[in-house]
T-cell receptor
Framework: GENVEQHPSTLSVQEGDSAVIKCTYS??????FPWYKQELGKGPQLIID?????GEKKDQRIAVTLNKTAKHFSLHITETQPEDSAVYFC????????FGKGTTLSVSS | EPEVTQTPSHQVTQMGQEVILRCVPI?????FYWYRQILGQKVEFLVS????????KSEIFDDQFSVERPDGSNFTLKIRSTKLEDSAMYFC?????????????FGNGTRLTVT
């Protein structure tokens, strides 16, 4: 089955800096790669997704890139703000949506 | 915006007892899921459900677990004889279509504490 690896597990940045989180997946048949943000006490909330026929997608300060050949995808957050502090999960759709282990992002002002 | 709702938000039960976790998926969604998150760990797939049948299940979803859609709106997860290691957040999710590119929408979870 699908296996998703995510790095780093923790990431601390200063407000205004960029943050990058990287994931790899194992199943070459996977074709959908969402990113979720989880705040304390809440469920995962979809922030951006990318499909396998697209190499990059951007939504305001958030962008995701996908390299299908290398089987890796990344989340880029620019101009980080304290409210970006949360746990971020990448995921890949195999026969079900399989999550990475999460990255705890801390943005200090 | 429509959302997935889960009740209760927190359930405390004694080891060996049965618990039922309840979910109301988004109304026009057809595919339903349960995930589990042990404190501080990743979100783990348990089971997917469509057309009143289990579509996929993980190795975590053993005989002590069952799912049901008892009516047109609710989707439940039953744990027959709870164990200490069942303590976790349980998330329900739904999506409108089967295609592997439609977003999965999650509820805010039920925190299950087994004592």
């Amino acid at each position: 089955g699908e296996n998703v690896e995510q790095h780093p597990s923790t990431l601390s940045v200063q407000e205004g800096d960029s943050a990058v989180i990287k994931c790899t997946y194992s199943d070459s048949a996977s074709n959908y790669f969402p990113w979720y943000k989880q705040e304390l006490g809440k469920g995962p909330q979809l922030i951006i997704d990318i499909r396998s026929n697209v190499g990059e997608k951007k939504d305001q300060r958030i962008a995701v890139t996908l390299n299908k050949t290398a089987k890796h995808f990344s989340l880029h957050i620019t101009e980080t703000q304290p409210e970006d502090s949360a746990v971020y999960f990448c995921a890949a759709w195999g026969t079900a949506l399989i999550f990475g282990k999460g990255t705890t992002l801390s943005v200090s002002s | 915006e429509p959302e997935v709702t889960q009740t209760p938000s927190h359930q405390v039960t004694q080891m060996g007892q049965e618990v039922i976790l309840r979910c109301v998926p988004i109304s026009n969604h057809l595919y339903f899921y349960w995930y589990r998150q042990i404190l501080g760990q990743k979100v783990e797939f348990l089971v997917s459900f469509y057309n009143n049948e289990i579509s996929e299940k993980s190795e975590i979803f053993d005989d002590q677990f069952s799912v049901e859609r008892p009516d047109g709106s609710n989707f439940t997860l039953k744990i027959r004889s709870t164990k200490l290691e069942d303590s976790a957040m349980y998330f329900c999710a739904s999506r409108p279509s089967r295609g592997g590119d439609s977003p999965l929408h999650f509820g805010n979870g039920t925190r299950l504490t087994v004592t």
